[in-house]
């Protein structure tokens, strides 16, 4: 069965604008996060800081222990873009410990930013950030 | 690799000049540009993914001070000296400057470049753009960053060694 945007009894859970796209969708797997096309506005976070948020409060209220975030379609991240997964950690090490998730990304090796912006990413987030691919 | 890189620079010094009006869209097409130049100029260095971001993350600081008049970019690969250096230009006041000149001082008061850029993700505000790009490009790119003013006009290099290592790191050692 394929997987579909998640929609909540209100919203769907997805952003979608001229470059970019975001959509949280469920799979038998967990929870994904995918991510498609080249995030460089001028200020990224006004629109994927809520929906991050959306995301969070998804996956607080499923209890889930991990949520895969697909970059694997992500041509390019800006360092403002980059600002709303620092945020997302900084949401999660709010939460009490028992609480927290982890976010696994999950990476291409065709586009060699993702490599080192994760690496990055995951000495921030030390115990929050996994790194597939 | 030495081969192919002898055949596609000559062994010689390679300048790309690009001069354009600040229009931000034109961001992600100068990089793309950028990363497909590289990848054809310089085979063999694995160097056109973090050039390109230089290019991208230099330019997204200019274009907003801008204020319409042009931006220069200029990338020079020196293949024989083992050099690169990206650099970016455009108006400037003498406040601008100085706090750009202040914050680059600062950067490097932090001699690791990666224990600098995750303290930075710390303290920068997600609400609002701007804070990692410099350090972005020292860490990720690999190249070293300064700043020089003349006639009204600030240019930031970035700069380093054509061929590095890949980097390597482990999780939580900067937490």
């Known amino acids: 069965m394929p997987s579909q945007p998640l929609v909540g009894a209100r919203l769907p859970v997805q952003v979608s604008e001229e470059k970019y796209s975001a959509a949280l969708v469920t799979e038998p797997q967990g929870i994904r996060v995918a991510f498609r096309g080249t995030i460089s506005t001028i200020n990224p976070g006004v629109v994927l800081n809520p929906f991050v948020d959306a995301v969070h409060d998804h996956v607080r209220t499923h209890g889930a222990s991990e949520v895969r975030v697909d970059f694997r379609e992500l041509e390019f991240c800006n360092s403002s873009g980059f600002k709303s997964f620092i945020h997302w950690i900084q949401r999660i090490n709010e939460l009490p410990a028992n609480g927290r998730y982890r976010l696994r990304f999950l990476a291409t090796s065709a586009r060699k930013w993702q490599r080192t912006s994760l690496l990055a990413l995951s000495c921030y987030g030390v115990n929050t950030v996994v790194i597939d691919g | ?175």
Request: proline share 5%.
């Open chain 2, 1 to 175: 690799m030495k081969t192919e890189r002898k055949e596609a620079t000559g062994g010689h010094t390679i300048h790309l000049i690009l001069r354009m009006k600040p229009v931000w869209v034109f961001i992600d097409e100068v990089r793309r540009f950028v990363e497909s130049f590289c990848a054809c100029a310089i085979p063999g260095a694995n160097r056109e993914a973090q050039l390109a971001l230089a290019v991208h993350e230099l330019m997204q600081n200019a274009i907003p001070h801008a204020r319409g008049d042009d931006v220069d970019l200029l990338l020079e690969v020196d293949p024989a000296a083992d050099r690169v250096l990206v650099s970016v230009t455009n108006v400037c006041t003498d406040d601008e400057y100085n706090a750009l000149r202040d914050r680059i001082e600062g950067m490097y008061r932090e001699r690791d470049a990666l224990a600098h850029y995750v303290k930075s993700m710390g303290q920068t505000p997600t609400s609002s753009r701007g804070g990692l790009g410099l350090p972005r490009v020292r860490f990720e790119a690999q190249l070293d960053l300064s700043v020089k003013y003349a006639g009204g006009r600030v240019t930031v290099e970035a700069s380093g060694p054509l061929r590095v290592p890949a980097i390597q790191v482990s999780g939580g050692k900067y937490a």
